[in-house]
């Protein structure tokens, strides 16, 4: 059986800036069309949440659902003064989480997708196959056993609740060990040796920076789950102060049957809540790759 | 190399730290009143901590913080697993009426009788009973309540020349009527999502859904009294008169707005509600009791309404007891608990602190003198412990039979409730009668 | 070809230590202690109310029997097997089609469509499910509200024959451009030579696709659906945020929500955990037995 790794060349380059030529070639109206369709379908409810999130409270449920208004200030403002600023709290909390989760996850996921990709040792299968399984773990099956468990060491309703069990991505050790397996060459691994590096040394200096991309996916991947969790931080935290965002517009949303569920500040943060995810996909695209099929053998 | 184990070190060095900081505080618990104490408060009601910064003012020595909650379900949720793990837990909660015999039976709730002293007298029976479960101990302090009154649009009322429906016939004729006149527009929607609000018209009618006869308990959700509440509700959806759309929806509040929901059966507590959710329609509101099934006997139900319980877990019970005393018997406090975290206070004082009708009513100077009538007709009603296991087989069983629009299947609804609640009692170890 | 280099050192170790020490912790552990949850119970005496009246015993399978017998069940699990049908192939033909198109290159909005399908990748499951709700309900939708201007009476999307759909095209609309993307790049990294050929012998956009790309991008189509095929069973988020907006979505609509249902509503972690390992063991055979039939070996080591 021939091992045939499918030719990527993920260095510095990304996706955007493929080393393919680009032909000059005719421009195809039915392309064109089907691709602003599936445009229009996917950015149609971003749309209505931008209108949406420009309404008063009364407006949002009384004027054509289409029609912008001039409120998004307003909203925003009460947003903000919503019990001292709590809206920009938990925004800083899900920075925190996803930023400081995703950014340890992803180390932790590059050191054993490169020991898994890169080292023949005893076990190797068994922690292979370990992995594999935990990618198939639904959170919420683990959200009760898991505070049962940090409950008994005293540690629910603190940020290390939240932080420490997204640190773990069996996903993100799969994905890194394709990358290391693709873009790290055994050969530099050698030369590193020659010079004397150690393991930790040649791993840091030569290895971190020939993944950067693939890291830079893991990191991605990984930063947008922590943003996106729910169950997690609504079962660890009881104290609102500590909530991401996510938790804290549910329970605007929520509110019981006494309270009125605040729609327009819930689809003002909701929008609010999507522009830093945005913002940073933008930012690292030409970084980001995704090539799943990469490290697939055929036969 | 050398980075290595150091990384994974500190990652196990901060779970011992974390660990043993949170697990130093246990130390005593006997109350030395000079010590230094902070307590910590699950709460939902709205600025409740500006109600605490009065307490936290006056007390230097015991200071409480407020963690809102979303909601009475995730917070007893909450409460439950905390509970469960042996930490986590507040040291005080509020609680809803109805969830309270299921958090004593989890032992989630200290008693604090000793404490309470003679606070019985300044509540009213029902509310009492509640925190009490007709034993000597007591498991909270009532905090609001929610009686049930009747919402509708003045307006619409007046145009058709209709009054407010004094008994449940009335009530019909009038939703049809409403309907006649203009298709779209409903008297009310039978909703499927709000259990509290089913079991508060079932409790207006006479029904209460749990008993306790010696140490056994008996479920009566399927009785001849509910039945005939649903099959009301039943005949209505089935005639098109009135929706089969859950309340608390962005299609409720349109509808509210729009003028097509021009009635709503809710309780003390809904002008807050209406204010948000409808606040274009500031003025056109009035209120009045609900409609009766005897109108020589009048009655009410609760919906909502909650205590305030010292948990099992607070290392100070002494000094969280005192402060959920003073919360719902001290005026001032009852004072701030109606003026700014918006309940209708529990205790028999409350009249005193709410003279001025809620802002959204102040067409309706009487809007209390309505709520206090309602309160003292408030008929008793007695929770189980499994009120959840019957709560959510309302959701499911209601919303099949609203989808339907056929009056059999509520009935059919009911048994269902009955027979899952009996089967979770019986499953779980109690002793049920019958 | 040797892909791996130096044996019999401790590094390995030293670099898989602090994930597998994450990994016991925050994931094993939790598993272990599910699967001995759901072989315990809770045994009250009495009327249950004075402390001490509840006691954890052994029940041996009796949660297992409890779950699998719930009438509820067999339900849910065909809803999410229809589901899953309806899921995967939308959602990977269209992403499949859409990265072919965007492959082809003959149209000047690429970039921005790739953003734009993409985009929806970043809104969090809850809050998708809340928008389309509000796109849903009859009186608050736009599409409702435009449709009935040029006299077309839309259906309610939440009333018992369309529900399944409604909850469908939130998984579609938010999963789409995340696989288009992935199947993009594999496309992208195809050597241009591989189909030059063919469109020299005359062969048209569609037939290289058919014939050249398709093929080459197998692996990546087959980690997409194994990928798509495992969130289709944890489906959970949309159904669950759309539920108090309807009549017609149950507490128990889908397993996972049973789980949610019997841990946090009643309380009764033990059936949680029993259903929990239910769901665990049939999310394993349903993806080693989707590998072994398409015959793949890419979800399993190189050597």
Redesign the interface.
Known sequence: MA?TT????PTTTG?TT?P????H????PT??I???L??A??????L??LI?STKS??EL??T???TPSTHLFDNIAFLTSY?DGLYWRWMANSALFAGVGAAASTL??A??G????????RG??L??N?????????A???A??????L????????Y?SVL??S??S?YG?YLCRIFA?ATVP?EV??AA?MDGA????S?VRVVLPMMRSGLVTVFLFQF?AI??N?MLP??ML???KLFPV?VG???L???????????TS?VTG?LL??VP??AL??GLQRY???????????A | MKKIPLLAGALVAALLMTSACSSGDDSDSTADPNEKVALTYWSWAPNMDKVVAAWNAAHPNIQVTVNKQDGGDPAVAKLLTAIKAGSGAPDIMQAEYQKIPTLVSADALADIAKEAGDLKAKFPEGAWAAVTLGSEAVYGVPQDSGPMMFYYRSDVFDKLKIKAPATWDEYADAARTIHKADAKQYLGTFSSNDPGWFAGLSQQAGASWWGVNGDSWSVAIDDATTQKVAGYWGGLVQEGVIDNKPMYTPEWNAALNDGTQVGWLSAVWGPGVLEGNAASTKGKWKVAQLPQWDAAAPATGNWGGSATSVTSQSKHKAQAAEFVKWLNSDPAAIKLLAGTANVYPASVDSAAALTEPPAFFSNQPDFYAVAAEASKITKPFTYGPNVNVAYSSYNDAFGKAAESKKAAEFAGALATMQQATLDDLKNTGFKVAG | MSTTVRRRTGAPYLFLAPALVLFGLFLAAPIVYAGYLSLRRVRVSGLGLGSGSRTEIWAGLENYTRSLTDPEFLPSVLRVGAYGLIVVPCMLGLALILALLLDAGRTRVGTFARTAIFLPYAVPAVIASLLWGFLYLPRVSPIVDVLDRVGITAPDALSSSWVLYAVANIAIWGGTGFNMIVLYTALRAIPTELFEAARIDGAGDIQIALRVKIPIIAPSLVMTTLFSLIATLQVFAEPMTLRPLSNTISTTWTPLMKVYRDAFVRNDIYAAAATSVIIALATFVISYGFLKLVGSRAFSQEN
């Open positions: 091992v499918v030719p990527v060349v996706a493929a393919r030529v680009q032909r070639r005719r421009t195809s392309a064109t089907l691709l602003l599936g445009a379908y996917c950015l149609m409810p971003v209505w949440v949406a409270a009364s449920f009384t054509f659902t289409f019990r932790v996921s050191m054993a490169f020991a898994l990709a890169k080292y023949d040792f190797k299968s922690v292979f370990l992995v594999l399984a935990g990618v198939l773990v639904p919420v099956i683990l009760v056993p898991q505070y049962l468990l409950a008994k060491a005293g540690m629910t309703n603190t290390w420490l069990p640190m773990i069996p050790i397996a055994n691994l050698e040796r150690g393991d930790w040394r791993f947008v943003w996106n729910y609504f079962i009881g104290d609102d996510t517009l549910s329970g949303l929520n509110q019981g049957a006494t309270q009125p569920a605040m729609y819930v909701a809540s999507v995810l945005v996909f933008l980001w790759r995704v090539d799943l099929g990469a490290g697939a053998v055929k």
